[in-house]
């Protein structure tokens, strides 16, 4: 992956970020239509903020996330960004997540800064989530 810096008046930043969130319970609600809407929404969301998707994937019971952000948005920014816009439009689009669950997303999330010389190896990881040798065989 070749660096690709962004510039704004006060500076150059090239930031990437690893988000990771689960459903409440770590349901594994993310599946068939709900994970295509989701990964719309996530895309969409990006685009509107001027942030850069670099990998992404749905899990049943997770989303993998990296994507590159603006120098003033902190981790905690982005993650809720993605969060809450995808929980709300998510929960209004299908009835089972409201009925079912008291919220969508868990509260917590991991976000780790990506550098550089680790970036294609986050990438490698999020587009290979279902190759893991647990997940062979199991049919999730």
């Known amino acids: 992956m070749t660096r690709k810096v962004r510039r704004f008046s006060g500076g150059v ?15 594994p609600v993310l599946e068939g239509r709900v994970a295509e809407r989701l990964e719309e929404l996530i895309r969409q ?13 749905v899990m049943p019971d997770h989303v993998h996330l990296f994507v590159k952000h603006d120098a003033k948005s902190s981790a905690s920014y982005v993650a809720n960004q993605f969060k809450g816009f995808t929980s709300r439009v998510l929960r209004e689009e299908f009835g089972h997540l409201k009925s079912r669950m008291p919220t969508l997303w868990s509260s917590s999330y991991f976000a780790a800064s990506v550098g550089a010389v680790s970036a294609a190896t986050v990438e490698e990881y999020i587009n290979t989530q279902w190759e893991r040798p647990w997940r062979k065989g199991d049919g999730s």
């Open 13 to 27: 930043y090239d930031l990437g970020l690893h988000v990771v969130w689960c459903p409440k319970y770590r349901r």
């Open 45 to 57: 969301k990006a685009e509107e903020r001027g942030w850069e998707i670099i990998a992404l994937e």
